[in-house]
């Protein structure tokens, strides 16, 4: 196992610290491509124009007017 690279730590300033720790394991595993791709297909799935069956969709219902109300 090689040993995991240090890191710099910075202040609530953005200015570097004199003080470096070890960079955690889970920054070195590998990607999953196959996840990436999954998560990628689910984000691209929220973009997409809604589209409806039928031409007569939405107008098609058994609720009635009341009217204006005068």
């Not at 609530?12 to 491509?33: E, G, M």
């Not at 009341?66 to 005068?70: K, L």
């Given at each position: 196992?090689?040993?995991?690279?240090?890191?710099?730590?910075?202040?609530?300033?953005?200015?570097?610290?004199?003080?470096?720790?070890?960079?955690?394991?889970?920054?070195?595993?590998?990607?999953?491509?196959?996840?990436?791709?999954?998560i990628?297909?689910?984000?691209?799935?929220?973009?997409?124009?809604?589209?409806?069956?039928?031409?007569?969709?939405?107008?098609?219902?058994?609720?009635?007017s009341?009217?204006?109300?005068?």
């Open positions: 196992m090689s040993a995991r690279p240090l890191v710099t730590v910075y202040d609530d300033s953005n200015a570097a610290t004199s003080k470096q720790i070890k960079l955690p394991n889970v920054f070195l595993t590998p990607i999953r491509t196959d996840l990436v791709q999954f990628h297909d689910q984000v691209r799935k929220n973009r997409r124009q809604a589209h409806a069956v039928s031409t007569k969709a939405g107008h098609q219902t058994s609720a009635e009341w009217g204006t109300g005068h």
